[in-house]
C-alpha cells in the first residue's frame, strides 16, 4: 500500500529505443495503492492499441494491452473494460517487475489496482498515445476519476 495518497492515473512514458524496441515506463495509482515498471514494447504494438481505443467502448467492448513477459523481468496488462450503460469505463492495471533489494538479490514485486475514466478522457488518452507512439518519445497520462 502507497504511504502518500496519489492521483488516480495511467501514464506511459517511452523512456528509450532503438529500431525494433521501445522501453515504456508504465505507472498507475487509483489513491490507495500505486506502483510503475519498465517493459518493452514496439512501435507497432503501441500504435496498434492506440488505433483499438477510437470509438472504446462500444457494447461489451473488453480491451487488453500487454507487454513485457510475466515470467520474466517485468510485465504490463491494462484491461479496459465496460462498467455501465453511462459509458464508465474500468481499467484492471497489472504491473510486475524486479526489484533489486542489495546483496546479489532480487525480489519479484506486483502491483494490481483498478481506474474508472469517462469516454471523453479515453478519446483525448487516445490521441496522445497515438502521436506519442508514431514520434517514438514522450509521456501520456490518463486520469482516473476515482
Not at 512514458?13 to 529500431?19: G, L, M, P
Not at 488505433?51 to 480491451?63: G, Q, R, S, W
Not at 513485457?68 to 469505463?89: K, Q, S, T, V
Not at 533489486?100 to 474508472?116: A, H, I, P, R, S
Request: aromatic share 10%.
Amino acid at each position: 500500500m502507497s504511504s502518500s495518497k496519489q492521483q488516480p492515473h495511467l501514464t506511459m512514458q517511452i523512456i528509450w529505443k532503438d529500431e525494433d524496441i521501445i522501453e515504456l515506463k508504465v505507472s498507475a495509482a487509483n489513491g490507495l495503492f500505486s506502483g510503475a515498471t519498465d517493459v518493452y514494447s514496439t512501435q507497432k504494438e503501441l500504435i496498434d492499441f492506440a488505433k483499438k481505443l477510437v470509438n472504446f467502448p462500444t457494447a461489451n467492448d473488453v480491451l487488453e494491452y500487454k507487454a513485457g513477459i510475466i515470467e520474466d523481468y517485468a510485465y504490463c496488462n491494462l484491461r479496459f473494460y465496460c462498467i455501465d450503460n453511462a459509458g464508465h469505463i474500468g481499467i484492471s492495471i497489472t504491473l510486475m517487475g524486479e526489484n533489486y533489494t542489495g546483496f546479489g538479490m532480487y525480489t519479484e514485486d506486483q502491483v494490481k489496482l483498478n481506474l474508472v475514466v469517462v469516454p471523453s478522457d479515453i478519446d483525448y488518452f487516445q490521441k496522445l498515445l497515438y502521436r506519442m507512439a508514431v514520434a517514438q518519445e514522450g509521456t501520456v497520462t490518463l486520469k482516473g476519476n476515482i
